[in-house]
DNA sequence: AATAAGGACACTC
DNA sequence: GAGTGTCCTTATT
């Protein structure tokens, strides 16, 4: 609801390379977040018959997910480079935004569980810009950590289960 | 079918 | 050269 007419063009942008769709940018280019988001599917068909059906779904994920979706975009824009540990993180800190996602089974111990690998991956994706991301590559990211002593398997091994090395 | 481990290579900083 | 991102094979759950 806060989206001015370049957000909304960063978030077609966005979309259209997610889901390989023509450039629509144009036939929305008047529209602001509170404009997008009053959009019905058929309002939608008029400005983009094509990708009418992809556009309105991806929105309404978006929707669902409004809060913690434009603060990722927001941050992305100004964005230091981030470390995929940093990012996870972040996200088990605000567990009232990702708890249903990512959640702490211990945090002393900093054992973390992935409740939600796709929508991990996607967020991951929005923050780092890379829209095809996903938990396959994510993993092999978090993988990398073994040797170098940031993240590891818990002693128990259990899937989408991981461990900071160095619990704060 | 999804996840896990790790090799290999491309890319960006 | 670090830190992934991408793709892949093989094994495990």
């Known amino acids: 609801m806060e989206w001015n007419c370049g957000n909304v063009q960063k978030w077609l942008l966005w979309t259209e390379h997610l889901y390989r769709l023509p450039q629509v940018g144009k036939a929305f280019q008047d529209l602001d977040g509170k404009d997008l988001c009053s959009m019905s599917e058929e309002d939608f068909r008029q400005r983009s018959p094509q990708c009418s059906e992809t556009l309105h779904a991806h929105l309404d994920i978006w929707k669902s997910e409004a809060d913690e979706l434009w603060s990722e975009a927001d941050s992305s824009c100004s964005g230091q480079p981030i470390h995929l540990w940093q990012f996870l993180r972040e996200l088990l800190l605000k567990p009232h935004s990702y708890g249903r996602c990512i959640r702490w089974l211990n945090k002393e111990k900093g054992i973390f569980k992935i409740e939600d690998s796709a929508h991990v991956a996607r967020l991951w994706g929005l923050r780092k810009n890379r829209p095809a991301m996903n938990y396959d590559k ?31």
């Open 138 to 168: 994510l993993s092999r990211s978090i993988r990398q950590y073994y040797k170098k002593g940031i993240i590891r398997k818990p002693d128990i091994s259990q899937r989408l289960v991981y461990q900071f090395v160095h619990p704060v």
